[in-house]
């Protein structure tokens, strides 16, 4: 009887844990065109303030006569919601990544990067030729591509722009979203440097962790 009642308040406790790690506060990054990223923020805005949208941009690249285009958001919020949103957005193609408290907690320096996926792979070839101490934690690519199109700059008839879609359109983008941990403080900066000057988006989680 002793046994049987221990093993019962064993697992009530089980359940409670787990309870308590699906209702866990968590950030969530994610990535893909302005569609895909419109829809996650709605979602965010209808779901009675369960999550919080902390920022969104949308970022336009500009590579000779091309402009890609494509949109990311931040999220912090209750952790059911946001692997409902994580799975809309995979389902669509996006890329999404999920931060918890664990990471923040257990790794030093943690930063996201997004860009497009060979931006991305140059940059952290660049880190790790230049003996930085870093670590992934998370990758995820988008399935689907984000926008390309002639630059608005580029003086053409806008027939001429329609004409020309298909050829660009063969070398569209994959975009990419990692998270990295940064051992040393020190080198923080250094790559900080090196992603910008990839033109890669990077968040540093110390400037924008939300006290609960």
Known sequence: MIED???ILRQAARVKSDDEVVDDKIW???????????DVAYRAIASKNSV??????HVVLKEGNLDKKYDFIMLYGNSRKIDEFNRVSISR????IKISHY??????N?????APDDTIRDAV???EKSRIPFAILQESQTTGFIDVGISDDVKL????????????KANEVVLSTILISVEKDKDVERVQSIATSKKIFVIDFKDIITED
């Open 110 to 114: 943690l930063m996201v990067l997004v």
């Open 157 to 168: 008839p806008g027939f001429v722009k329609s004409a020309l879609k298909p050829f660009y």
């Open 28 to 38: 969530c990054i994610i990535a893909g065109n302005v569609d895909l990223i419109d």
């Open 52 to 57: 919080k949208i902390l920022f969104r941009e």
């Open 103 to 108: 990471y923040i907690n257990e790794e030093s």
């Open 5 to 7: 009642n221990i093993r």
């Open 125 to 127: 070839s660049i880190i």
């Open 93 to 96: 193609r996006g890329a999404a």
